[in-house]
């Protein structure tokens, strides 16, 4: 499975890892499905038998379920303007960006 990470996400799902608890990782998951597209969130949770860590080039490794095949692909990225706020797509699965 593969995950992409621009440099500002990185910057902020360090810090939202600094205050986790030992052993929990950032997590994406889907938040709900409609028409031919996925809408996701991050968490910060414990692997599972079910997941696969997913190292990033940004030196974070996110949780991805591999029974779900709209994870494979996510795009984590964190913008300043217009506003501050994160944004996760998959481009290989639709063709909509969403934020979150």
């Given at each position: 499975?593969?995950?992409?990470?621009?440099?500002?996400?990185?910057?902020?799902?360090?810090?939202?890892?600094?205050?986790?608890?030992?052993?929990?990782?950032?997590?994406?998951?889907?938040?709900?499905?409609?028409?031919?597209?996925?809408?996701?969130?991050?968490?910060?949770?414990?692997?599972?038998?079910?997941?696969?860590i997913v190292?990033?080039?940004?030196?974070?490794?996110?949780?991805?379920?591999?029974?779900?095949?709209?994870?494979?692909?996510?795009?984590?990225?964190?913008?300043?303007?217009?506003?501050?706020?994160?944004?996760?797509?998959?481009?290989?699965?639709?063709?909509?960006?969403?934020?979150?």
């Amino acid at each position: 499975m593969k995950c992409k990470i621009n440099r500002n996400a990185a910057k902020v799902l360090k810090e939202m890892l600094a205050d986790a608890e030992e052993g929990k990782m950032i997590r994406v998951v889907i938040d709900y499905m409609h028409g031919d597209h996925a809408h996701y969130k991050l968490v910060i949770d414990l692997p599972t038998e079910y997941d696969e860590i997913v190292k990033t080039d940004k030196d974070i490794e996110v949780l991805l379920d591999k029974r779900e095949e709209w994870l494979d692909g996510v795009w984590i990225q964190y913008f300043y303007v217009p506003q501050e706020e994160l944004v996760i797509t998959n481009p290989t699965k639709s063709p909509h960006v969403h934020n979150h």
